[in-house]
């Protein structure tokens, strides 16, 4: 049996249904599966950014479940060629060891080196007198 659970890995299903019975659909294919659900999110009525299947407004749901990868592509062949599921999404959750280990560790920065900006060369110019720059100025009027 630990065998069994330790093969079986964390999964999000999100969905759009046309109808609120449809969301039973779903979860009916996930127990189909092998899968047990962990949590469920409430069911909402959205409307749609497009249309979906010709379908403006969708309910949407979503999940946690524990499957196994085999039976995960099964369920996602599965809910292709359901009608009442406009579109779907399957994620796999990072274990829970994983997520540990990685708390565990601790994150180390490399110290900031602040860097001071370069001086700009000195730019000359040449300055002019009051007659030169109205020669230089009829020279540009002519």
Known sequence: MTEELADKRDYELSFL?????AAREVQRLLAQHGGEMASEGQLRKIQLAYPVKKE???YFGFLSARLHPASAKLLERDLETSAAVLRFLIIRLPSSRAVSASL?????????????PSPE??????????????????EILQ
């Open 17 to 21: 249904v046309q109808r609120e019975e």
């Open 56 to 58: 403006t407004e969708a």
């Open 104 to 116: 565990q560790r601790p994150r180390v920065r490399p110290p900031f080196v602040r860097r001071e």
């Open 121 to 138: 060369p000195q730019r000359r110019t040449a300055s002019l007198s009051n007659e030169a720059l109205e020669k230089k100025i009829e």
